[in-house]
């Protein structure tokens, strides 16, 4: 049974950081492109950072360059997005996304959710 499962999400005043963990499995792992995407009230779901199978590469929305990073962990099957500078507009349900496209079949997978408000 695959499982996403997002972790870290909270109040934080302006300015402050938080550190969102999406713990993954019942799945090949290693195989994945790992995204966090977040989604505010009333809009679209947006990708926020991207980072492919062994992590060498990574891609970030222009709103979030140079104060969000992400990284995984493949040994304990763990993606990671440290957020620095938060800022009002980050708040949103940040989700954790597998994914995964093959000639035959594009896998996709969501994790629930989790809450973070940047507010004073």
């Known amino acids: 049974q695959v499982q996403l499962v997002e972790s870290g999400g909270g109040l934080v005043q302006p300015g402050g950081s938080l550190r969102l963990s999406c713990a993954a499995s019942g799945f090949p792992f290693t195989t994945y492109t790992m995204n966090w995407y977040r989604q505010a009230p009333g809009k679209e779901r947006e990708l926020v950072a991207s980072?492919?199978?062994?992590?060498?590469?990574?891609k970030y929305a222009d709103s979030v360059k140079g104060r969000f990073t992400i990284s995984r962990d493949n040994a304990k099957n763990t993606v990671n997005l440290q957020m620095n500078s938060l800022k009002p507009e980050d708040t949103a349900v940040y989700f954790c996304?597998?994914?995964?496209?093959?000639?035959?079949?594009?896998?996709?997978?969501w994790g629930q959710g989790t809450q973070v408000t940047v507010s004073s």
């Open positions: 996304n597998a994914a995964r496209e093959t000639l035959l079949k594009n896998y996709d997978y």
């Open positions: 980072i492919t199978q062994f992590g060498g590469s990574t």
